[in-house]
């Protein structure tokens, strides 16, 4: 059964920074693509981050430059960074694993960005 878990998430001050988690059982994170996705609030769910199977890494355009999302195989982990945070980075990031079996998502983590 896979499992994916987010973690990470909080209260931060604009210019801040914060790390996201995601731990995956069930499903290998070298094997698969991964996204990293916002739900701001009453938006739609959007992609921030994602790497494909191969390793290409994208990000959307408000997060070039601030955001960067990294693997780690042996742990079966995806993170990711995010720097010089911005209230409209607020919402909920949710991390997916895209397989040829289907899409795995997490429950999702609250990132606020507030003075």
């Known amino acids: 059964q896979v499992q994916v878990v987010e973690s990470g998430g909080g209260l931060v001050q604009p210019g801040g920074s914060l790390r996201l988690s995601c731990a995956a059982s069930?499903?290998?994170?070298?094997?698969?693509?991964v996204g990293w996705y916002l739900q701001a609030p009453g938006k739609e769910r959007d992609l921030v981050a994602g790497?494909?199977?191969?390793?290409?890494?994208n990000y959307a355009d408000s997060v070039k430059g601030r955001f960067a999302l990294s693997r780690d195989n042996a742990k079966n982990m995806a993170y990711l960074q995010m720097n010089s945070l911005k209230p409209d980075d607020t919402g909920v990031y949710y991390c997916a694993f895209h397989t040829l079996a289907g899409d795995y998502w997490g429950q999702g983590t609250q990132v606020t960005v507030s003075s």
């Open positions: 790497v494909a199977r191969d390793g290409y890494l």
């Open positions: 069930g499903v290998e994170v070298g094997d698969n693509g």
